[in-house]
């Protein structure tokens, strides 16, 4: 069984850096290597959102975090992380890890970011 496991994240102040990980326990290397996963953001009151995805080597992120946060994998740990820099109050949120051919979700990770 498949399952995303989250790690990383805290409260920081605005301007500080965090690194999420997220851990696909249980998925075949194979199949890891050509998924699509992301990471997603829900801020209370607000709908879920796409921040950044990774397909093998390319890369999309929303607009508000282009040259902020960083999405990167490490087949061989089945794993990959958002490095978040110059962290902004409005990136408070649990973020999600997903996996596009499970359609799974992670039980998130919260970011709180503080002036």
């Known amino acids: 069984q498949v399952r995303l496991v989250e790690s990383g994240g805290g409260s920081v102040q605005a301007g500080g850096s965090l690194r999420l990980s997220c851990t696909a326990s249980?998925?075949?290397?194979?199949?890891?290597?050509?998924?699509?996963l992301g990471w997603y953001r829900q801020a209370p009151g607000n709908e879920r959102e796409l921040v950044a995805t990774?397909?093998?080597?390319?890369?999309n992120y929303q607009d508000s975090v282009k040259g902020r946060f960083t999405i990167s994998k490490e087949n061989t740990r089945r794993r990959i992380y958002l490095q978040m820099d110059s962290l902004k109050e409005e990136d408070t949120a649990v973020y999600y890890c997903?996996?596009?051919?499970?359609?799974?979700w992670g039980q998130g990770t919260q970011v709180t970011v503080s002036s």
């Open positions: 997903y996996s596009a051919s499970r359609r799974l």
């Open positions: 249980g998925m075949i290397l194979s199949v890891f290597t050509s998924d699509t």
């Open positions: 990774i397909t093998g080597a390319s890369t």
